[in-house]
């Protein structure tokens, strides 16, 4: 049986492509969700016409903080010890899909293995090569690709990122599957009203080394504040990032620029509105690079390292934090605009046609 072990709303964009795949071609499957984020998830599940998870491993608040994560992770992984014969429907045979860099992808990965099945992870071989830079995503990557038993890596980069893991099998899915979540939610009729009718930059900035570290945030409140000097920004805020901009006490700060707005997170399909008619995009975030490359709108990563490959020498610019760097992009950035992605293949496809022996 096919087992897919999901706990992320990032998670779920990217996966749920193949969802769709596997439900139009009656193909079973064994949802589990691990219940990190919990109301994003519910709306992705909707949004995409998928089935509600079989089995939600935890049901409490958002997991936005490092103690919590920890009691989370314990928790769960106490549950796959004990009731692994329940989580996986007493499988011996099947195979469990995790995806990306997470501690969902982690714990699942673990799940699978503990229970005796192949593991598959997708959206493997990214590297940075830079242990701090993302943190601690590139730490669980390393673990997570000693866990699968199968890496299906988005472009043959990443395949020779996994040289090393000789006894692994490896498949070439060419792309992200996050361009086939682009194209299904493109074919949608999409709702505007949220969109502005002024010229703006969209702005999500969410990892732990941005916005834990007050030293660090606190540049990057500068650099928001400088480039709203010229620009209206939307400012969309995680809850990790919100929490932190008040304990830190930078929100009055920000609050007092009349060019920047906050916004609240949206579903995938009124994010993605926005994410078309933006200006740029101002990110620390791996799967909005992915996004905005896929779409062809400039993007400045407020990061030191990213370990994927789409748009950079083109529409994406790592900043290194470079100030100097973060001027010349917003002022000039339609110098990086580019066409929409169009791909001739389907990386999810691949992925079923792959996983279709364990059904």
Same mark, same amino acid.
């Given at each position: 049986?096919?087992? *897919?072990?999901?706990?992320?709303?990032?998670? $779920?964009?990217?996966?749920?492509? &193949?969802?769709? $795949?596997? %439900?139009?071609?009656?193909?079973?499957?064994?949802?589990?969700?691990?219940?990190?984020?919990? !109301?994003?998830?519910?709306?992705?599940?909707?949004?995409? @016409?998928?089935?509600?998870?079989?089995?939600?491993?935890?049901?409490?608040?958002?997991?936005?903080? *490092?103690?919590?994560?920890?009691?989370?992770?314990?928790?769960?992984?106490?549950?796959?010890?004990?009731?692994?014969?329940?989580?996986?429907?007493?499988?011996?045979?099947?195979?469990?899909?995790?995806?990306?860099?997470?501690?969902?992808?982690?714990?699942? !990965?673990?799940?699978?293995?503990?229970?005796?099945?192949?593991?598959?992870?997708?959206?493997?071989?990214?590297?940075?090569?830079?242990?701090?830079?993302?943190?601690?995503?590139?730490?669980? =990557?390393?673990?997570?690709?000693?866990?699968?038993?199968?890496?299906?890596?988005?472009?043959?980069?990443?395949?020779?990122?996994?040289?090393?893991?000789?006894?692994?099998?490896?498949? #070439?899915?060419?792309?992200?599957?996050?361009?086939?979540? &682009?194209? /299904?939610?493109? @074919?949608?009729?999409?709702?505007?009203?949220?969109?502005?009718?002024?010229?703006?930059?969209?702005?999500? /900035?969410?990892?732990?080394?941005? *916005?834990?570290?007050?030293?660090?945030? !606190?540049?990057?409140?500068? &650099?928001?504040?400088?480039?709203?000097?010229?620009?209206?920004?939307?400012?969309? $805020?995680?809850?990790?990032?919100?929490?932190?901009?008040?304990?830190?006490?930078? /929100?009055?700060?920000? #609050?007092?620029?009349?060019?920047?707005?906050? %916004?609240?997170?949206?579903?995938?399909?009124?994010?993605?509105?926005? $994410?078309?008619?933006?200006?740029? *995009?101002?990110?620390?975030? @791996?799967?909005?690079?992915?996004?905005?490359?896929?779409? @062809?709108?400039?993007?400045?990563?407020?990061?030191? !390292?990213?370990? %994927?490959?789409?748009?950079?020498?083109?529409?994406?610019? &790592?900043?290194?934090?470079?100030?100097?760097?973060?001027?010349?992009?917003?002022?000039?950035?339609?110098?990086? =605009?580019?066409?929409?992605?169009?791909?001739?293949?389907?990386?999810?496809?691949?992925?079923?046609?792959?996983?279709?022996?364990?059904?």
């Amino acid at each position: 049986m096919i087992h *897919i072990i999901l706990g992320t709303k990032a998670q $779920l964009i990217k996966m749920a492509p &193949i969802m769709v $795949l596997l %439900r139009d071609r009656d193909i079973p499957y064994n949802f589990i969700n691990t219940g990190q984020h919990k !109301a994003t998830m519910n709306d992705m599940v909707s949004d995409f @016409g998928l089935k509600k998870p079989d089995l939600t491993l935890y049901s409490g608040s958002d997991i936005t903080s *490092i103690t919590h994560m920890l009691y989370w992770s314990i928790r769960l992984m106490w549950k796959a010890i004990i009731q692994k014969k329940v989580l996986f429907q007493n499988d011996k045979n099947g195979i469990v899909l995790v995806h990306g860099d997470t501690f969902s992808t982690l714990l699942g !990965a673990l799940m699978g293995r503990l229970a005796g099945l192949r593991v598959g992870h997708i959206e493997s071989g990214l590297r940075s090569f830079n242990i701090l830079h993302p943190f601690p995503e590139e730490i669980t =990557r390393l673990l997570i690709f000693r866990l699968s038993n199968i890496l299906f890596c988005p472009g043959q980069w990443a395949i020779n990122n996994l040289s090393s893991y000789k006894n692994k099998k490896k498949i #070439n899915i060419k792309a992200n599957t996050m361009i086939d979540t &682009i194209n /299904i939610t493109m @074919g949608k009729k999409r709702r505007s009203n949220h969109v502005p009718s002024i010229p703006y930059a969209l702005v999500s /900035i969410h990892r732990y080394e941005n *916005i834990f570290i007050r030293k660090r945030l !606190a540049q990057i409140v500068n &650099i928001l504040k400088n480039i709203a000097k010229e620009h209206h920004l939307l400012f969309i $805020l995680h809850p990790p990032t919100e929490k932190k901009l008040h304990q830190f006490k930078f /929100i009055e700060s920000l #609050n007092s620029e009349s060019n920047i707005e906050f %916004r609240k997170r949206y579903n995938h399909s009124d994010f993605l509105s926005l $994410l078309e008619k933006a200006e740029f *995009i101002i990110t620390d975030g @791996g799967s909005l690079q992915e996004e905005s490359t896929y779409i @062809g709108t400039p993007c400045i990563l407020l990061r030191k !390292a990213t370990e %994927r490959q789409e748009g950079l020498g083109e529409n994406v610019v &790592i900043s290194n934090y470079n100030e100097t760097l973060i001027k010349e992009f917003s002022n000039n950035y339609n110098k990086f =605009r580019r066409k929409p992605m169009k791909l001739d293949y389907s990386p999810s496809n691949i992925i079923v046609a792959n996983i279709k022996q364990y059904e």
